[in-house]
């Protein structure tokens, strides 16, 4: 007998819905397990791969998004003495 699936946490297997006969209803649906350490109201990096092979998509919640501010985008290792180069 084959064993029962169990998904992992921050992964989600979605799967074509047979059950769709409108429009406006959901072309694939499951389930996702959210990680024990997800943080409320924060943006997550999310990666969506089609597995033909097995017919469903595979959807994974990924590292927290962490907004990049002026500071660490101009380069904190950079020093500004403030002399223009042109």
Partial sequence: MAEAFIPKPGVAY??????KTEDWMADYQGTLITPEDIAPNTAYY???????EKGDLKFSLG?????RTQESAKGADVEDNGDVPF
């Fill in 63 to 67: 590292k927290q998004v962490i907004p």
């Fill in 14 to 19: 979605l799967r074509p819905n047979t059950r």
């Fill in 46 to 52: 999310i990666n969506i791969t089609d597995r033909p």
